[in-house]
């Protein structure tokens, strides 16, 4: 059984820096890409960030490109994303999931509950 | 605006099918698989569907998937009240290196 649980969510000022992170629970962390989607109010799913199953490639959505950084520890089954330079338009439910085939072949089975971020002067 | 095209919205009365349509490109459908998630108000995505036409493990039957080219749809068959939720469509994109999403379709159970 696979459990995910993002935590780390909060209301900030634009131009402010936030941190989630995602605990998973569960066998072979370390097997898996992990993702952070992300959907703003009213809006669809939205993919943000991607990182190997080794921490050795990670990818972003331009959006945020430069601005997050998407990163893992295997040996504490964490996955986090530090979020600086915050935008209004970064507001929405977050979410991390495990990438269960590589490249989105077998889908995102497993998702977090996700965690609030506000953006907001 | 959205990498994949789904309609906004679809609606039908219990017992019936319902089709969910989502447009892509080569570099995303066109040449990767396809998923889809079932998005309930207040609630996580929920896959229900993979690798374009397989089913995970406790998502019913009713729900029926395919892929030809750039496109991709969703049946769902025998429509219940529970079926009532957002649903869109994924997949991994070559030039993106990473997952587009659709914008979602609202299916409405009448």
């Known amino acids: 059984q696979v459990h995910l649980v993002e935590t780390g969510g909060g209301e900030v000022q634009p131009g402010r820096s936030l941190r989630l992170d995602c605990g998973v629970s569960?066998?072979?962390?370390?097997?898996?890409?992990m993702y952070w989607v992300r959907r703003a109010p009213g809006k669809g799913l939205e993919w943000v960030a991607h990182i190997s199953y080794d921490g050795r490639e990670s990818h972003y959505a331009e959006s945020v490109e430069g601005r997050f950084t998407i990163s893992r520890d295997n040996s504490k089954k964490m996955v986090w994303l530090q979020m600086n330079s915050l935008r209004v338009e970064d507001t929405g439910i977050y979410y991390c999931g495990r990438d269960e085939g590589g490249a989105l072949k077998l889908g995102i089975l497993n998702w977090g509950q996700g965690v609030p971020v506000t953006v907001s002067s | 605006q959205s990498p994949l095209t789904q309609p906004p919205s679809t609606s039908g009365i219990p017992g019936q099918r319902v089709t969910i349509s989502c447009s892509g490109a080569k570099s995303n459908i066109g040449t990767n698989p396809v998923s889809w998630y079932q998005v309930l108000p207040g609630t996580a995505p929920k896959l229900v569907i993979f690798n374009s036409h397989q089913w995970p493990s406790g998502v019913p039957d009713r729900f029926s998937a395919s892929k030809s080219g750039t496109s991709a749809s969703l049946a769902i068959s025998d429509l219940h009240s529970e079926d009532e939720a957002e649903y869109f469509c994924a997949a991994w994109d070559d030039s993106l290196n990473g997952p587009a999403f659709g914008g979602g379709t609202k299916v409405t159970v009448l």
């Open positions: 569960g066998d072979l962390f370390h097997n898996f890409g």
